[in-house]
């Protein structure tokens, strides 16, 4: 059962704002969006999650939509190291079942 | 700070025999995972730990046995290699807060496998 739903794949160019939008409307109230991505077949790596108020890290951003059911993940400035598949996951906020399934993802591509 | 380190990197195998990959972690995490990848695919979860001496079934939990007696280390078993379990596998940790965790989980760079 598909807890998300992505675009397989985007292009951005680079030096632009890279936005990925993840829509995940049966989200419950104790689930968490996190986002990862894989660059290359290297292990994922965490980039930012929120529960209902919008985050920023030095990495990206990541705004919710009041309703939670979607979100999208900005990388304000895009690279060419950018270019990897990203992953939203929704998982829940429970002693011993901090899981994260994932999805096929978003393979985005920076254009020099 | 090495993180979490996934030995071998690369094994080949034949039908039927067995082998363990080792995950370690230097960051005192207490919840350990491990995934599997297949082309194409997401990653999916076999098991998982959230402490020394305990572990549960994943998503995909059939063909494979885990151990956790030391909290830095989390051990993946295949007692008989079949060639669906040619993959790339992958080893997380996280930390816990005690009450539910929202901590990212820190991967390694994977153990190419293949089973022939």
């Known amino acids: 059962d598909a807890k998300t739903t992505q675009p397989p794949s985007m292009d951005c160019a680079e030096g632009r704002a890279a936005n990925l939008p993840c829509n995940h409307s049966?989200?419950?109230?104790?689930?968490?969006v996190y986002w990862y991505r894989q660059i290359h077949s290297q292990g994922p790596q965490y980039i930012i999650h929120?529960?209902?108020n919008n985050e920023t890290n030095e990495m990206a951003s990541l705004i919710i939509t009041e309703d939670r059911k979607s979100s999208t993940l900005i990388l304000p400035h895009a690279t060419l190291r950018d270019t990897a598949v990203y992953y939203c996951?929704?998982?829940?906020?429970?002693?011993?079942?901090?899981?994260?399934?994932f999805g096929t993802g978003t393979r985005l591509t920076i254009i020099p | 700070n090495a993180g979490v380190t996934q030995t071998p990197k690369f094994r080949v195998l034949k039908t039927g025999q067995s082998m363990t990959l080792l995950c370690a972690q230097d960051?005192?995490?207490?919840?350990m995972y491990w995934y599997r990848q297949d082309p194409g695919m997401g990653l999916r979860l076999i098991h998982y730990?959230?402490?020394?001496?305990?572990?549960a079934k994943g998503e995909v939990p059939d063909g494979y046995n885990v151990s956790r007696l030391k909290k830095q280390n989390f051990l993946l078993g295949l007692e008989s290699a079949a060639p669906s379990q040619t993959s790339v596998y992958f080893c997380?940790?996280?930390?816990?807060?005690?009450?539910?965790?929202?901590?990212?989980?820190?991967f390694g760079d994977g153990t190419r496998l293949s089973i022939l």
């Open positions: 997380a940790s996280s930390y816990s807060t005690g009450q539910g965790s929202n901590q990212p989980q820190h």
């Open positions: 049966t989200i419950s109230g104790n689930e968490y």
């Open positions: 929120g529960l209902k």
């Open positions: 996951i929704v998982s829940p906020f429970i002693f011993g079942n901090e899981k994260l399934t």
């Open positions: 960051m005192n995490h207490e919840y």
């Open positions: 730990s959230v402490g020394e001496g305990t572990t």
